[in-house]
């Protein structure tokens, strides 16, 4: 069933058709929607009010939440959530605005999909695809599993493309899952984003964990994020023990980060604000062909933080760092690890391009592996270049950091260069 909904209609209307619409979402929410049902909101409107969906189950034919005519039709969702669906799947918004009331006055997520079940029960068939969100406390697209047993109940099967996040709070996209450390396995499996863009996420100041990133994916098994931009993000984070990053996962497996982009994204504490990041707990996941510059912290960060799942098997390749470690002395590839479950192990890191300049609010570095607990991580067939006045390496003596084929120069000027130069 197709449902119509227009500013020029009336709730006492069917909405079953154009010339005969509804009028508010307080209509929309009030309506048993069935799998296939499609409710079309009229382009180049704005609706006011926030959208409600809840325990539709799983089913073959999705409900799908959109605009007709021509452009996108807008939910100003005020202090709300815009769009929520609770323990269900199967919901594919399209064409649409979601706008809240600010990130220091909103007190919800732009477009919020929660499992609270138990039993491990995944929910699939999740599209988002030419959506803009800004406005929101928390993030602009959110996907949570919090099941009441611990179990790994989440979501499979998501896609979201050609969106865009800005001008939230915690996070542009992300999700997250039940923390299990001491069990084997993942809320979340086959996510795909895409051609998305998360900017001026800026954090949720005295929030007491890190906040402000781009794109970030907690406890998924299997993930591609592939040609998105993440720039200007975190600078309002003051968290201590933790920061924001553009583009980041962790406690997640078979990841691939690749032809992004992460640009000038902050932090208002010492720690991160970097572009890319595979943080405690990552196995099996590649980050390749991305291009980093001009953040505060590192380009391409390696982190195992206590308590985190074993870190193993990770490839870093073809990606280009250019005028990272701005702030709080991070290098253009960092490796930072508590040893935690074998710390970072079997890493390699190859044909990476690291450029460094020096800093009045840092102490840069080409490459920092002088952690303790990392173990068989091997440097072959970089390029390593400063200004001259950065430091190119911090660890290279390190007997567990082996350096093989690698190029070192200090006398190199930098280019600007776009994201299509590593493409």
């Excluded at 929030?207 to 975190?234: M, P, T």
């Amino acid at each position: 069933m197709d449902y119509y909904v227009s500013l020029f209609g009336n709730d006492a209307n069917t909405g079953a058709s154009k010339t005969q619409p509804w009028r508010s979402i307080q209509r929309v929410n009030a309506t048993e929607l069935l799998p296939g049902d499609s409710v079309w909101f009229q382009a180049n409107q704005t609706f006011v009010g926030n959208l409600c969906l809840a325990n539709v189950r799983q089913a073959s034919c999705a409900i799908t939440i959109g605009a007709y005519g021509s452009g996108r039709a807008t939910i100003d969702a005020g202090f709300g959530a815009g769009f929520v669906a609770k323990n269900m799947g199967g919901v594919h918004l399209v064409n649409l605005n979601f706008v809240g009331a600010g990130a220091s006055e909103n007190t919800g997520s732009g477009i919020l999909f929660s499992n609270t079940l138990p039993g491990s029960i995944k929910f699939a068939n999740i599209r988002v695809h030419r959506v803009d969100v800004s406005g929101f406390k928390y993030s602009g697209i959110c996907l949570t599993a919090q099941p009441t047993d611990g179990s790994w109940s989440g979501f499979r099967d998501v896609k979201i493309t050609n969106t865009t996040s800005h001008d939230n709070g915690d996070a542009g996209i992300s999700c997250i899952g039940a923390w299990n450390p001491e069990q084997a396995g993942y809320a979340h499996t086959d996510f795909y984003i895409g051609n998305c863009s998360a900017y001026r996420n800026a954090g949720i100041p005295g929030k007491g964990s890190h906040s402000g990133s781009g794109i970030v994916l907690g406890q998924v098994d299997g993930a591609i994020i592939e040609h998105c931009r993440a720039y200007e993000n975190g600078q309002l984070n003051d968290y201590e023990g933790g920061g924001p990053v553009g583009i980041w996962a962790w406690d997640a497996s078979r990841v691939v980060l690749q032809f992004n982009e992460s640009h000038h994204n902050r932090t208002g504490s010492s720690k991160d604000g970097g572009g890319f990041d595979l943080d405690g707990g990552m196995t099996n996941s590649v980050v390749q062909y991305n291009y980093s510059h001009d953040n505060d912290g590192a380009g391409y960060l390696l982190a195992q933080f206590a308590g985190a799942r074993p870190f193993y098997g990770n490839l870093f390749r073809y990606n280009l760092s250019v005028n990272d470690g701005q702030r709080n002395s991070y290098g253009g590839i960092h490796l930072w690890s508590t040893g935690a479950n074998g710390g970072i192990t079997d890493t390699t890191l190859y044909a990476n391009t690291i450029c460094t300049t020096q800093s009045p609010d840092g102490n840069p570095v080409g490459v920092d592996c002088s952690s303790d607990g990392i173990h068989n991580i091997r440097f072959y067939n970089n390029r390593f270049q400063t200004d001259g006045k950065a430091a190119l390496v911090r660890g290279e003596t390190h007997q567990d950091a082996m350096f093989e084929g690698n190029t070192f120069s200090t006398n190199y000027k930098f280019p600007r260069l776009s994201a299509s130069t590593i493409k």
